[in-house]
């Protein structure tokens, strides 16, 4: 996706397929994928929403790949996320839930982007910072966050088994 209505992939190509797994967020490609106005947070969460909401909107989606991972301005990803508010999030996945679209998530990226992006677990009663754990847990403890935010949102599993 290049920008906004801008797509690699055409409505009759995406017809003879049995998926469409569509990237949002490719802003490295800097010569090829329009980019932030700026690099502040606030901008790069507008950018994100962006190409999020009318990549869901083409009709050629099957999937959203790594949504709202900016990549070009991962060093900006946690204060672009905390910029956009739950409602707008409700909002954003609330049209690709009406139009069928499903999102990809890629629970390992999160652990990787930050390692303490989330900065306190409580496992087995004990409260412990993420970079405490061994990679097993860090495994499980991911699947444990993908399951109750699966719950949370209503949404089935479709990973294969």
Known sequence: MA???KFSITPEFAQGLDYVLLACNHFHLKDVVQQPESDSAHDIAIHIISFFISGVRTGLATSIAHHFI???Y???SD???ATITDVEFLDTFGIASELGVGIEITVSFFFRLSPNRIP???HGGISKRRSEFSPLQNRR???LYLERMLTALQCKDVSPS
């Open 70 to 72: 900016p990549y070009g």
């Open 120 to 122: 306190h677990l409580d």
């Open 141 to 143: 403890i991911a699947g």
């Open 3 to 5: 920008a906004p209505g």
């Open 79 to 81: 204060q672009a996320i």
């Open 74 to 76: 991962l060093q900006q």
